[in-house]
């Protein structure tokens, strides 16, 4: 009933994201620590805008309360970078956040960071599943709310300010002040205004917000910043003249990007160019990491600067792994989330959108020429995706072709190896590739190819899905 994939725990509302199961999660975790000798260190909690999320948060948070930990429960809903940020900077051994992430509507899920504010890797996940396997058959009652908090078992915290304080302590503010940017938001119905636009502000910025209502539906729209969820963002940035669009996702650890000129772009793009700038002009040293589905045009700026790109499968804990063990200077992900060293080991669209202004402030550029710029030096790429809904049969029968008879289409490209790292990669000789995978959040199959021309590229989608009937 509760299975963790690559982004923490999610389920359909109402099905297996339930009351009786949010709370033996909380129970498993609570003997977890009890277990590993750090319950008197504490629990962090914080929750997202999607329904249920706050209840959500109380009924963890009154269990923890019960078995004798001091929980501290964020009392207003905040992005997901804030909770990684308090476990970090406050050294305690677990947090969790309520959010689905990116999702439809009819999802909802929990989060779980580790010491130093790190995902939990599938270790602890695996752990944490079997002490909920041990909890089959018991009835968890946690104890009444207001009590917990009346005796001081829960305590109601705000810690935004010191996380905003963060992020402005690294951004060169000064140099944002002197451009008077003007800058269109989309939280999307998320959690992101606040923060975003605090820090904005602070910069002198001329800030406008679209979609910053509650809303538990998200505009009847995925709560996830891509070239058609963006059309609106895309429309106010044309129509007004602003330098740039900035979106994130429903708990704000991802980010969507529209240029000067109304163009969307592609996360791809984003890690790039942060990268570039980081080492180029802020002076940073050393490699970057990203994910099995991520552009390789990021392989081509490390090695420019004679530096490694790392590649791991799809999941931000690996991603956080790889930097540590590297000491590298950028972490991303096609989906677009990133971080930077120095900053928390999570991806958080707050602090991408913040170093993204400042690269425009300080190289006194607008967006779309400093890409123009980037792509005369290293080239272009073009990426397509592509996503499936699997019924569990199918989902079975794809496995079996694609990962344990491994059998793969006939192409029209030389094959220069072939990796099973997490799902099927294809690497071509002419440079590009096509990993073929299953959705670690969602019941999905997904396709991602990038070539050196779009017409590559979605001729080799369109092999797959004939190969897979699709």
């Known amino acids: 009933m509760i299975k963790f994939g690559t982004g923490g725990w999610r389920a359909v509302i109402g099905e297996d994201f339930t009351k009786a199961n949010i709370q033996k999660l909380a129970k498993a975790l609570a003997l977890k620590m009890k277990d590993e000798g750090v319950a008197e260190k504490g629990m962090v909690i914080g929750y997202d805008r999607r329904f249920l999320s706050k209840e959500a948060m109380q009924w963890a948070g ?12 964020i009392n207003r809903s905040s992005p997901t970078p804030l909770v990684i940020y308090y476990v970090m900077k406050h050294e305690m051994p677990y947090g969790m956040m309520v959010t689905a992430s990116h999702n439809p509507a009819v999802y909802n899920g929990i989060k779980i960071f580790t010491s130093g504010g790190r995902d939990a890797d599938e270790l602890q996940t695996r752990e944490i599943e079997n002490y909920i396997r041990e ?9 009444d709310y207001e009590a917990a908090v009346s005796s001081g078992s829960i305590v109601e915290i705000n810690p935004i300010n010191e996380y905003i304080d963060a992020i402005i302590n690294t951004i060169d503010l000064q140099a944002i002040r002197e451009k008077g940017l003007r800058i269109a938001l989309d939280p999307m119905y998320g959690v992101s205004e606040t923060s975003l636009k605090t820090i904005l502000l602070t910069a002198r910025c001329d800030v406008s917000t679209i979609h910053d209502r509650h809303d538990t539906l998200f505009g009847g729209k995925l709560p996830s910043p891509s070239a058609e969820t963006l059309k609106s963002l895309q429309n106010y940035v044309i129509d007004r003249q602003c330098d740039i669009g900035i979106a994130t996702d429903g708990d704000a650890d991802r980010i969507g990007v529209i240029d000067d000129t109304g ?11 942060l990268y570039y700038y980081l080492v180029k002009y802020k002076g940073m040293k050393g ?3 990203r994910n099995i ?8 700026v490390a090695e420019s600067f004679g530096q490694k790109c790392y590649e791991v499968p799809v999941g931000f804990k690996y991603i956080s792994a790889k930097m540590m063990e590297t000491n590298a200077v950028i972490g991303g992900e096609s989906s677009g989330g990133l971080t930077v060293r120095g900053h928390i080991p999570g991806k958080d669209g707050i602090y991408a959108a913040s170093l993204l202004i400042e690269m425009i402030a300080v190289l006194g550029k607008k967006l779309s020429q400093i890409l123009s710029d980037i792509k005369e030096i290293y080239g272009d790429l073009t990426m397509e995706e592509r996503d499936y809904p699997l019924s569990e049969q199918k989902r079975d029968r794809i496995y079996q072709r694609l990962l344990i008879d491994k059998l793969i289409p006939k192409l029209p490209f030389e094959i220069e190896k072939i990796s099973y790292l997490d799902g099927c990669k294809i690497y071509f ?5 096509v990993i073929t995978r299953f959705s ?8 991602f190819c990038e070539m050196p021309n779009a017409e590559d590229a979605r001729l080799i989608c369109e092999t797959y899905e004939t190969f ?3």
């Open 440 to 447: 670690g959040t969602e019941p999905l199959l997904r396709i």
């Open 287 to 289: 490699a970057a990491v």
């Open 62 to 73: 009154v269990i923890f309360a019960s078995e004798g930990i001091q929980t501290y429960l």
């Open 293 to 300: 589905a991520t552009t390789h045009m990021l392989d081509r």
């Open 468 to 470: 897979l009937s699709l």
């Open 429 to 433: 000789r002419n440079g590009g590739w």
């Open 135 to 143: 909890l089959e058959d018991m009835d968890i009652k946690g104890m």
């Open 263 to 273: 163009h969307f772009l592609h996360p791809n793009d984003i890690v790039v160019l």
